[in-house]
């Protein structure tokens, strides 16, 4: 599915007015074409128009994903120069502050989210005039909002750790401004329920390509136990998803990251992203329906023949030297990930490559996965880039249940190799690169294996995190500080949250 970019319709207040005679008279909104709440969720297809609204909000997140890769060791911001994106900057440099537009944008669209959802759940029994709806599907649908209300609230205790909780109803300006933090455990509770509320409800497969199905659900909350340590629960429902025999590895690594390989065979949960629909406001960058980031990782300057795939971009989000040089020769995955621009240029002298050296923090590399390509974008060209997130792949539930059966309560390194090794047979395309290690020397090896998978899709800097590792890998990471980011001065300012440690 490519997501319509819909959103909830304004909340028009009831009025009331005053005749001249001082005596108050009622109102109806309807006489002056005013639609109000109440004329919300009154059939079938309101309820699955509002459904499509509360994804709306998962495109808006598309900075999380290069985030995740420039905080860590993967990626450095690039770009034109050292003021260019700021908020991106200060991240890679870990000067960052509470004052940062990336990570209020992050905080702002995944609340748009969760208001969203629970709007639908505050309304799922009836309308707000009382009125029951009831429909075929009906609890299937809700299955696909429970799921974006728990990503929601995963990306926020990711990133933030202890947040504000709250399900039960859409929060107005006033409620706003009396939240405070939840601990991050009882976040992770609510997540655990939704997801396990979803699980329930969601078919293994929908017909249209993008929406939630019950293997998305077990497979994220998999991925919630295994970032709680929880790693008996997170093997037994990650066994799930892989026993199912609904989803394969792709035998051309490279081919999931074209436009004919979204939402394919390896496919567990894509955010969907479309050029259908033109956007032009650059006051709202993220806000479409197209997917900003993939203009930010291009080659800056970039000019050739008719010939050569690739559009020009901002030099953003660039792999570094250090992530390209962990691929073992023969390793296939590396050419996918990393485009080394001097060696692609030399290889097609027919493509007449001119480009701009990226300005600031060069590595030579560029993000392969994410390289804006001719054709794929209309309108506000940097705008409406089509291009997926592949959230969650096969290959990464592989990498998750072999870390759990390593590390769970009585480990079983046999099933943990034997999943690893799946997915180093595709990348390597033979069986000679097999991993027989056991204990802790594996867990390493699940470890890098996933930074090798993985790479450019957002996940590093909070495997790093989740594994302890972030000080060691991490230049000017202080442990105490930077396993979360700050709250947003602005909520701080609104709400009187108190600030994490360090900020």
Not at 195 to 213: D, E, W
Not at 309 to 338: C, F, M
Not at 394 to 407: Q, T, Y
Request: with cysteine; charged share 20%.
């Amino acid at each position: 599915m490519k997501m319509l970019n819909k959103t909830i319709l304004g909340m028009a207040v009831l009025a009331t007015t005053i005749t001249s005679c001082k005596k108050w008279v009622d109102y109806n909104p309807h006489e002056d074409f005013i639609t109000t709440e109440q004329d919300y969720l009154k059939s079938e297809n309101d309820y699955r128009t509002m459904a499509v609204s509360v994804y709306t909000p998962l495109q808006w997140l598309n900075q999380a994903v290069p985030v995740g890769d420039i905080a860590s060791d993967n990626a450095v911001s690039g770009g034109e120069n050292a003021s260019d994106v700021l908020s991106l900057q200060q991240i890679d440099d870990y000067t960052h502050t509470p004052v940062n537009s990336t990570l209020s944008e992050l905080w702002q669209s995944a609340y748009e989210g969760i208001n969203r959802a629970n709007y639908m759940v505050q309304y799922k029994a009836a309308n707000l005039a009382g009125e029951k709806v009831e429909f075929a599907g009906k609890e299937a649908l809700y299955g696909e909002v429970y799921f974006t209300r728990a990503y929601y609230y995963f990306t926020l205790v990711k990133f933030f750790g202890d947040v504000p909780l709250f399900v039960d109803k859409r929060l107005g300006l006033a409620e706003s401004k009396s939240l405070k933090r939840t601990a991050k455990a009882d976040v992770y509770k609510q997540i655990e329920l939704d997801l396990t509320n979803a699980i329930a409800v969601l078919p293994a497969s929908q017909s249209q390509k993008g929406r939630i199905t019950k293997y998305a659900a077990q497979a994220l909350l998999g991925k919630v136990y295994l970032y709680q340590s929880k790693f008996d629960a997170a093997a037994t429902v990650l066994e799930s998803v892989i026993n199912a025999n609904a989803f394969g590895l792709v035998s051309n690594y490279g081919s999931i990251f074209l436009s004919e390989g979204e939402n394919g065979a390896e496919s567990v949960f894509e955010i969907q992203y479309s050029n259908t629909s033109p956007y032009y406001n650059w006051g709202g960058a993220t806000r479409g329906q197209g997917n900003y980031a993939i203009q930010q990782c291009g080659i800056r300057g970039l000019n050739g023949s008719s010939a050569m795939p690739y559009a020009a971009g901002w030099s953003t989000n660039l792999p570094t030297q250090n992530l390209a040089a962990i691929y073992a020769a023969g390793d296939l995955r590396k050419s996918v990930t990393v485009l080394e621009i001097e060696t692609y240029k030399s290889s097609n002298p027919t493509f007449n490559i001119t480009y701009q050296v990226a300005p600031y923090k060069n590595t030579g590399l560029y993000n392969q996965k994410y390289l804006p390509r001719k054709g794929q974008t209309s309108g506000q060209v940097e705008l409406n880039y089509l291009n997926n997130f592949r959230i969650i792949r096969f290959s990464e539930v592989l990498l998750m249940a072999a870390e759990a059966f390593n590390r769970s309560g009585t480990p079983n390194d046999g099933k943990a190799a034997g999943y690893l090794n799946r997915v180093r047979q595709r990348a390597f395309g033979d069986l000679l690169h097999n991993i027989s290690a056991t204990g802790t020397t594996l867990r390493q090896a699940i470890w890098d294996e996933r930074r090798m998978e993985l790479a450019m899709e957002g996940d590093r800097f909070f495997d790093l995190v989740r594994t302890g590792q972030a000080v060691t890998k991490i230049t000017g990471f202080v442990v105490g500080k930077h396993e979360v980011f700050p709250i947003p001065q602005q909520e701080i300012e609104v709400s009187g949250l108190n600030q994490n440690a360090g900020y």
